[in-house]
Nanobody
Framework: QVRLVESGGGLVQSGGSLRLSCGVS????????MGWYRQAPGQQRELVAN???????NYADSVKGRFTISRDNAKNTVYLQMHALKSEDTAVYYC???????????????WGQGTQVTVSS
Protein backbone atom coordinates (compact mmCIF):
# COMPACT_ATOMS: atom_id res chain seq x y z
CA GLN A 1 0.00 0.00 0.00
CA VAL A 2 2.94 2.31 0.68
CA ARG A 3 6.12 1.75 -1.26
CA LEU A 4 9.55 3.35 -1.02
CA VAL A 5 11.79 3.01 -4.05
CA GLU A 6 15.42 4.05 -3.85
CA SER A 7 17.85 4.78 -6.65
CA GLY A 8 21.28 6.26 -7.18
CA GLY A 9 23.62 3.90 -5.41
CA GLY A 10 26.74 2.50 -7.01
CA LEU A 11 30.51 2.36 -7.01
CA VAL A 12 32.51 5.56 -6.69
CA GLN A 13 36.09 6.43 -5.96
CA SER A 14 37.13 8.03 -2.70
CA GLY A 15 36.47 11.76 -2.87
CA GLY A 16 33.68 11.33 -5.38
CA SER A 17 29.99 12.14 -5.20
CA LEU A 18 26.70 10.31 -5.46
CA ARG A 19 23.07 11.34 -5.19
CA LEU A 20 20.47 9.01 -3.74
CA SER A 21 16.74 9.40 -4.37
CA CYS A 22 13.76 7.78 -2.70
CA GLY A 23 10.20 8.15 -3.87
CA VAL A 24 7.21 7.31 -1.67
CA SER A 25 4.08 6.08 -3.45
CA UNK A 26 0.76 4.48 -2.62
CA UNK A 27 -2.13 5.43 -0.37
CA UNK A 28 -0.75 8.58 1.23
CA UNK A 29 -2.38 11.37 3.18
CA UNK A 30 0.88 12.92 4.33
CA UNK A 31 4.56 12.11 4.46
CA UNK A 32 6.16 13.33 7.64
CA UNK A 33 9.82 12.78 8.51
CA MET A 34 11.93 11.30 5.71
CA GLY A 35 15.44 10.05 6.12
CA TRP A 36 18.36 7.86 5.21
CA TYR A 37 19.99 5.15 7.26
CA ARG A 38 22.93 2.95 6.41
CA GLN A 39 24.24 -0.42 7.45
CA ALA A 40 27.76 -1.64 6.85
CA PRO A 41 28.64 -5.35 7.08
CA GLY A 42 28.74 -6.50 10.67
CA GLN A 43 27.47 -3.20 11.99
CA GLN A 44 24.14 -1.89 13.21
CA ARG A 45 21.95 0.29 11.06
CA GLU A 46 22.61 3.95 11.79
CA LEU A 47 20.95 7.24 10.98
CA VAL A 48 22.69 9.24 8.26
CA ALA A 49 20.29 12.16 7.98
CA ASN A 50 16.63 12.98 8.24
CA UNK A 51 14.40 15.89 7.33
CA UNK A 52 11.12 16.82 8.94
CA UNK A 53 8.01 18.06 7.15
CA UNK A 54 8.95 21.60 8.18
CA UNK A 55 12.44 21.14 6.69
CA UNK A 56 14.34 20.75 9.95
CA UNK A 57 17.38 18.59 9.16
CA ASN A 58 19.44 16.30 11.30
CA TYR A 59 22.80 14.77 10.34
CA ALA A 60 25.12 12.18 11.80
CA ASP A 61 28.36 13.80 12.92
CA SER A 62 30.31 11.62 10.49
CA VAL A 63 28.60 13.14 7.44
CA LYS A 64 28.13 16.77 8.47
CA GLY A 65 29.56 19.12 5.87
CA ARG A 66 29.71 16.37 3.23
CA PHE A 67 26.12 15.16 2.83
CA THR A 68 22.98 17.20 2.20
CA ILE A 69 19.45 15.93 2.61
CA SER A 70 16.51 17.56 0.85
CA ARG A 71 12.93 16.74 -0.07
CA ASP A 72 10.38 17.54 -2.73
CA ASN A 73 6.99 17.40 -1.03
CA ALA A 74 5.10 17.61 -4.32
CA LYS A 75 6.79 14.40 -5.43
CA ASN A 76 7.03 12.74 -2.00
CA THR A 77 10.71 12.26 -2.70
CA VAL A 78 13.76 12.61 -0.50
CA TYR A 79 17.31 13.07 -1.76
CA LEU A 80 20.73 12.57 -0.26
CA GLN A 81 23.56 14.38 -1.99
CA MET A 82 26.87 12.89 -0.91
CA HIS A 83 30.20 14.59 -1.54
CA ALA A 84 33.78 13.80 -0.50
CA LEU A 85 32.89 10.17 -0.07
CA LYS A 86 35.17 8.00 2.04
CA SER A 87 35.68 4.25 2.19
CA GLU A 88 33.93 4.25 5.57
CA ASP A 89 30.77 5.50 3.84
CA THR A 90 30.49 2.11 2.14
CA ALA A 91 27.20 0.54 3.21
CA VAL A 92 23.69 -0.32 2.16
CA TYR A 93 21.66 2.87 2.37
CA TYR A 94 18.01 2.59 3.37
CA CYS A 95 15.31 5.15 2.85
CA UNK A 96 12.94 5.66 5.76
CA UNK A 97 9.68 7.55 5.88
CA UNK A 98 6.93 8.20 8.40
CA UNK A 99 3.66 8.10 6.50
CA UNK A 100 0.06 8.81 7.37
CA UNK A 101 -2.16 6.89 4.97
CA UNK A 102 -5.47 8.57 5.85
CA UNK A 103 -6.45 11.72 7.71
CA UNK A 104 -7.88 9.59 10.51
CA UNK A 105 -5.09 7.04 10.72
CA UNK A 106 -1.95 6.84 12.81
CA UNK A 107 1.45 7.37 11.24
CA UNK A 108 3.59 4.38 10.43
CA UNK A 109 7.23 3.94 9.54
CA UNK A 110 8.22 2.42 6.20
CA TRP A 111 11.54 1.30 4.76
CA GLY A 112 12.95 1.00 1.28
CA GLN A 113 14.72 -2.10 0.04
CA GLY A 114 18.17 -0.54 0.29
CA THR A 115 20.74 0.57 -2.25
CA GLN A 116 24.43 -0.30 -2.13
CA VAL A 117 27.00 2.48 -1.98
CA THR A 118 30.59 1.35 -2.38
CA VAL A 119 33.48 3.77 -2.09
CA SER A 120 36.81 2.48 -3.36
CA SER A 121 40.03 3.86 -1.95
Amino acid sequence: QVRLVESGGGLVQSGGSLRLSCGVSGSIFSVNTMGWYRQAPGQQRELVANIALGDTKNYADSVKGRFTISRDNAKNTVYLQMHALKSEDTAVYYCNSVVQMYSWSMTREYWGQGTQVTVSS
